[in-house]
């Protein structure tokens, strides 16, 4: 009941804005540089995940649950942050397209 009242109280018309790639100037320049930064996260995952899976083995045959878990806890926050990496471009243009629908 309130959603329609809220369409009432406010105009919803499409204004004709849209994104365009050529109306800021070092656009180009900028995605070099996220693309870069993509690919230096990504390589710190890789490294993450090897450092955290050495301690949990370390961990695993010295008998010390402690540094087993840490190494546990490692592997997995490395594999999420790398799959987020990987996967910000596709989550970014599907809530794009998402919200050009409403």
């Given at each position: 009941?309130?959603?329609?009242?809220?369409?009432?109280?406010?105009?919803?018309?499409?204004?004709?804005?849209?994104?365009?790639?050529s109306?800021?100037?070092?656009?180009?320049?900028?995605?070099?540089?996220?693309?870069?930064?993509?690919?230096?996260?990504?390589?710190?995952?890789?490294?993450?995940?090897?450092?955290?899976?050495?301690?949990?083995?370390?961990?695993?045959?010295?008998?010390?649950?402690?540094?087993?878990?840490?190494?546990?806890?490692?592997?997995?926050?490395?594999?999420?942050?790398?799959?987020?990496?990987?996967?910000?471009?596709?989550?970014?243009?599907?809530?794009?397209?998402?919200g050009?629908?409403?």
């Amino acid at each position: 009941m309130w959603v329609t009242a809220f369409h009432a109280l406010l105009p919803f018309d499409d204004p004709g804005i849209t994104s365009n790639t050529s109306g800021l100037p070092g656009l180009e320049q900028l995605r070099t540089i996220v693309g870069a930064m993509l690919t230096f996260s990504l390589v710190a995952c890789v490294a993450a995940l090897v450092a955290s899976a050495v301690v949990w083995g370390f961990g695993s045959n010295s008998g010390n649950p402690h540094l087993a878990g840490r190494g546990k806890t490692g592997v997995v926050v490395a594999a999420g942050a790398a799959l987020l990496i990987g996967a910000s471009n596709a989550i970014i243009t599907f809530f794009s397209n998402a919200g050009s629908l409403i």
